[in-house]
T-cell receptor, first 116, second 111 residues
């Protein structure tokens, strides 16, 4: 099973709202990722968790706050977003970042976020 | 800094017309080169990992090859369902955990 699930599929929020995106995988993967993707652009890395610890933060604004409660779950908390934050938010996981073969990533279907 | 350039940006083929997509890369110590397929509005789907020059991998109508400077994704006798954006990414030694993606090639296969 190579499935990564994400909820919700769609989210519309105002600039003063607080919402959360959720991601789950049951493949035993030890690295999890958040990406932001704009139309006709490649995924843009936001955060990487390795063994439930934040290992990469690509200078993402503080209105995005990641959380990794356990090895299977990844959340992205959203607060005071701007209209330019509207995008497809993708979660991904990979086996074990200590090994070369552990870098191939399995993506979820994404959450389409619209900020009004 | 790792860099990935994909060409062409867009490719239109007739069903059955074979062709190749190119991924040129510069990376400090290649740990892996990855090909993904992405359908509109969906997450990328993993296709292949290549680790060293000379390596080849196949899946149905797709074959990926790797040299020291580039990778090719060969599509043999494509079908309309092969229409998608194909993304190439590299993982180098200096940015552990971070893959660098190319901008992708959007393939359209007409029946």
């Amino acid at each position: 099973d190579t499935e990564v699930t994400q909820t919700p599929k769609h989210l519309v929020m105002g600039m003063t709202n607080k919402k959360s995106l959720k991601c789950e995988q049951h493949m035993g993967h030890r690295a999890m990722y958040w990406y932001k993707q704009k139309a006709k652009k490649p995924p843009e890395l936001m955060f990487v968790y390795s063994y439930e610890k934040l290992s990469i933060n690509e200078s993402v604004p503080s209105r995005f706050s990641p959380e990794c409660p356990n090895s299977s779950l990844l959340n992205l908390h959203l607060h005071a977003l701007q209209p330019e934050d509207s995008a497809l938010y993708l979660c991904a996981s990979s086996q074990d970042p200590r090994y070369v073969s552990g870098y191939e990533q399995y993506f979820g279907p994404g959450t389409r976020l619209t900020v009004t | 800094e790792d860099q990935v350039t994909q060409s062409p940006e867009a490719l239109r083929l007739q069903e059955g017309e074979s062709s190749s997509l190119n991924c040129s890369y510069t990376v400090s110590g290649l740990r892996g080169l990855f090909w993904y397929r992405q359908d509109p509005g969906k997450g990328p789907e993993f296709l292949f990992t290549l680790y060293s020059a000379g390596e080849e991998k196949e899946k149905e109508r797709l074959k990926a090859t790797l040299t020291k400077k580039e990778s090719f994704l060969h599509i043999t006798a494509p079908k309309p369902e092969d229409s998608a954006t194909y993304l190439c990414a590299v993982q180098g030694n200096t940015n552990a955990g971070k893959s660098t993606f190319g901008d992708g090639t959007t393939l359209t296969v007409k029946p």
